[in-house]
């Protein structure tokens, strides 16, 4: 695995190295060695899968307050998404900055999202689908989101999104009220 640093302190692209050979292809996405070395969270406490019939899909800006801030391990299993983290970690020397990484199915590369970042993603292409690895269980009452083109952040999307939620569509603007 090669890490890639982004504009968010601890957020990385991971790259797999790829093994081929007459059969195909093998990578290893993670290891719990690795990931401790380096100071990430290693272990998954839930996973999910999301799938997105239409180009232009955008889901987010989502995270949960804490104590349940939850790291993400996030990859394209189909297709291809614009893939965005966000940092609302206060203390953080890039707080308040965004980071995007194109996830593509065929490099397998994935995002590791710290706790105290707020996510989402616009698709690319008709039908991509996403595995998310989360480091904390889902709770509903710490859900939080913000609006994906808060002016606050001025998110650089590809393009617009052709198809968003309601809750999406209706998230607030940032405030350090609505912080993790
Ligand atoms: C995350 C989650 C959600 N749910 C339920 C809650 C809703 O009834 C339904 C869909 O949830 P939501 O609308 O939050 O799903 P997305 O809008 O795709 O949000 C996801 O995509 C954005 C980009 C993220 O980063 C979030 O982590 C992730 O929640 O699944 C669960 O039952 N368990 C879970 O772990």
Redesign the pocket.
């Known amino acids: 695995m090669i890490f890639h640093p982004t504009a968010i302190a601890g957020a990385f692209e991971i790259e797999p190295e790829m093994l081929q050979d007459e059969r195909g292809t093998f990578a290893r996405t993670f290891c719990a060695e690795i990931f401790g070395e380096r100071g990430l969270v290693a272990e998954w406490r839930?996973c999910?899968i999301?799938t997105n019939p239409r180009r232009g899909t955008l889901?987010?800006m989502?995270w949960q307050a804490e104590p349940h801030g939850e790291a993400?391990l996030v990859r394209a299993t189909r297709g291809r998404v614009y893939d965005v983290a966000l940092d609302l970690r206060p203390k953080s020397p890039s707080y308040r900055n965004w980071a995007a990484v194109e996830l593509d199915e065929r490099r397998a590369n994935a995002f590791y999202i710290p706790p105290g970042c707020a996510?989402?993603?616009l698709t690319l292409e008709d039908d991509s689908a996403l595995f998310?690895q989360?480091s904390t269980p889902?709770v509903?009452g710490a859900?939080r989101c913000l609006r994906w083109d808060d002016p606050a952040f001025a998110i650089d999307w590809p393009s617009p999104p052709a198809l968003i939620?309601a809750?999406?569509a209706a998230c607030p603007d940032f405030t350090e009220e609505v912080a993790p």
Do not use: I, L
């Open positions: 839930q999910n999301s889901r987010g989502h993400k996510h989402g993603f998310y989360m889902y509903p859900a939620g809750r999406d």
